[in-house]
């Protein structure tokens, strides 16, 4: 524990500093947790021999944010998947890769960095302070429903994924989000209406994003993703319930909101 509140404090300044500052240290960070989370989901299925076409993987990333960032047409974006897609198809003739390993590496490209990418795509809101949704929906209910799981959990929540999670944490996780964007929202001067339903509906969006990186872990029989961070794991494991959140946040606000 105290690993992992010493990592917690160091990273923290730099992640405040990115998302204060936007622009190009925001761009950069979120292209580089990309790759080095990619890279860690790719490492985790080789553990079971799979054969990843990393190469490609990283490709597309830099593709993907390149084209964000400079805001070129989707349609270069949709050229770039074709291009990825069918040298995938060359290979799997040549039987360099077979299906599963094709389909373990585009499986990484849409979880992680397009997925990921819609933190770029909120920044370019008129109002960037809706970024801070993303991480106050993923980190309240972190902290809320381990609290509350560790002082009511009771009842366990989905006990072959994750053994440690209980239905009164995951209920506990709901109600910190939904106060804390609200909270938010009035700070800001927000529709506290719309910053509570982002915060219910984003923190059980949240779990499940958490749970879906568990389920994949207990696949590959691996604890963590990664050992980058002390205490936490990789990078995967920190961001695990953000890449879910951030295209859910763009979403609500681009329909509902903006």
Not at 13 to 29: C, R, S
Not at 160 to 174: A, D, N, R
Not at 209 to 216: K, M, P, R
Request: net charge positive.
């Amino acid at each position: 524990m105290f690993i992992r509140i010493v990592s917690s404090i160091i990273l923290l300044p730099v992640l405040a500093f990115i998302l204060i500052n936007g622009g190009i240290p925001l761009y950069l960070g979120v292209t580089v947790i990309s790759l080095i989370a990619l890279k860690e989901f790719y490492d985790a299925f080789r553990v079971k021999n799979f054969n990843c076409a990393s190469w490609l993987g990283y490709f597309l990333t830099l593709s993907i944010y390149f084209g964000s960032i400079l805001q070129i047409d989707n349609r270069y974006m949709a050229c770039s998947f074709f291009i990825v897609f069918f040298i995938l198809c060359i290979l799997l003739v040549m039987r360099k890769y077979n299906i599963i390993d094709m389909s373990i590496t585009f499986l990484g490209i849409i979880y992680i960095p397009y997925l990921l990418n819609h933190i770029i795509l909120i920044s370019k809101f008129s109002n960037y302070n809706y970024i801070y949704l993303i991480f106050i929906i993923a980190w309240m209910t972190d902290t809320f429903a381990y609290f509350s799981g560790y002082f009511f959990g009771k009842h366990k929540l989905i006990p072959k994924v994750s053994p440690k999670k209980t239905i009164e944490g995951s209920i506990g996780g709901v109600i910190g989000s939904s106060l804390s964007c609200i909270v938010f929202g009035y700070i800001f001067g927000f529709d506290l209406i719309h910053m509570g339903m982002i915060g219910l509906i984003g923190s059980v969006i949240a779990q499940i994003g958490d749970l879906f990186a568990s389920s994949i872990k207990r696949f590959l029989e691996i604890k963590d993703y990664g050992k980058l961070i002390p205490g936490h794991g990789g990078i995967l494991d920190r961001f695990d319930s953000i890449i879910l959140t951030a295209p859910f946040v763009y979403y609500y606000i681009y329909f509902f909101i903006k």
